[in-house]
């Protein structure tokens, strides 16, 4: 979580890609704060017109995909449609 704060006010692209991978490892590990920082993670990328920032948000649409409950399945919604939108 260094690397997200480290990041923070400084360059949005490298906050929001820093901020991806430790939610993909949450989420896919079951763990009970993955979902909020997935939601961060997406937030982050959708305010970007980088579209390699945003193709990085495959996985975790993946991995949000296989967990239980509404509140996953609609995260994975939205990353899959934040990281398909054109730049």
């Known amino acids: 979580m260094a ?7 400084v360059n949005q692209s ?15 590990a079951g763990e009970r704060g993955g ?11 959708s305010r970007l017109s980088s579209v390699r920032v945003r193709g990085r948000l495959h996985p975790l649409a993946v991995a949000l995909a296989t967990q239980p409950g509404r509140d996953a399945r609609d ?12 730049a």
Do not use: C, F, N, Y
């Open 75 to 86: 995260l994975a919604r939205m990353a899959r449609q934040t990281a398909s939108a054109p």
């Open 14 to 28: 490298g906050h929001a890609h820093s901020s991806i991978v430790p939610a993909t490892v949450h989420v896919r």
């Open 3 to 9: 690397s997200v704060r480290r990041w923070e006010g």
């Open 35 to 45: 979902l909020p920082l997935a939601h961060g993670a997406i937030t982050a990328a």
